[in-house]
Nanobody, 125 residues
Framework: QVQLVESGGGLVQAGGSLRLSCAPS????????MGWFRQAPGKEREFVAA????????YYADSVKGRFAISRDNGENRVSLQMNDLKPEDTAVYYC??????????????????WGQGTQVTVSS
């Protein structure tokens, strides 16, 4: 069983930065594609970023391109999300997720098998 734990959320002003981290609660030996999603109150959960299990390929939602960067530690399936130039519309609960290997790195929620509990990110204007 893969259990993921997020950390690094908080309250920041617009234009600020945060770095989110996600790690399995136990050791994992199988590689996973890893992703970040977010969900604001009353809104659907949306894709933010993903990284291939090798760490060589990354994918971003248009809304965060140029501002966010995803990275990973291949050996531990740990993943981070560096968020720069944060905007109020980035306010949401952020979730990390792990997907079993397939034909492509998924960018939808139903492509991921394991999820963390989420960490709150609030950006004030």
């Amino acid at each position: 069983q893969v259990q993921l734990v997020e950390s690094g959320g908080g309250l920041v002003q617009a234009g600020g930065s945060l770095r989110l981290s996600c790690a399995p609660s136990g050791r994992t030996f199988s590689p996973y594609n890893m992703g970040w999603f977010r969900q604001a109150p009353g809104k659907e959960r949306e894709f933010v970023a993903a990284v291939k299990w090798t760490g060589d390929n990354t994918y971003y939602a248009d809304s965060v391109k140029g501002r966010f960067a995803i990275s990973r530690d291949n050996g531990e399936n740990r993943v981070s999300l560096q968020m720069n130039d944060l905007k109020p519309e980035d306010t949401a609960v952020y979730y990390c997720a792990a997907a079993r290997l397939g034909l492509a790195v998924p960018t939808t929620s139903n492509g991921y098998a394991y999820w963390g509990q989420g960490t709150q990110v609030t950006v004030s204007s």
